[in-house]
Nanobody
Framework: QVQLVESGGGLVQAGASLRLSCAASGGTFSRYAVGWFRQAPGKEREFVGAITWTGSATYYPDSVKGRFTIFKDNRKNTVYLQMNNLKPEDTAVYSC????????????????WGQGTQVTVSS
């Protein structure tokens, strides 16, 4: 059973950067793909990026491409979401998730989820 814990959220101004962390226990990230999702009030959960087992490839939607970067530190069993040039529309609860398949972009493909961390971007 993999347990995930996110951290690093907070309140920032537009244009600022934040780095979210997703720490795993009960499993090793070298055997899982990890995705990041976000959900704003009244909206559906949105895919914001994923990284493969080995960290050799990452995937992002157009809404965050060029601003968000995902990377893994397998020694620390942690995956990071670096968010730059944040915009008010990035405000949401951000969650990480893990899956034993190579990589996935849909919520249904993920088996384990963290509790989420709030990111608020003021204008």
């Amino acid at each position: 059973q993999v347990q995930l814990v996110e951290s690093g959220g907070g309140l920032v101004q537009a244009g600022a950067s934040l780095r979210l962390s997703c720490a795993a226990s009960g499993g090793t990230f070298s055997r899982y793909a990890v995705g990041w999702f976000r959900q704003a009030p009244g909206k559906e959960r949105e895919f914001v990026g994923a990284i493969t087992w080995t960290g050799s490839a990452t995937y992002y939607p157009d809404s965050v491409k060029g601003r968000f970067t995902i990377f893994k530190d397998n020694r620390k069993n942690t995956v990071y979401l670096q968010m730059n040039n944040l915009k008010p529309e990035d405000t949401a609860v951000y969650s990480c998730a893990a899956t034993s398949i190579w990589v996935a972009k849909t919520t249904a493909s993920y088996d384990w989820w963290g509790q989420g961390t709030q990111v608020t971007v003021s204008s």
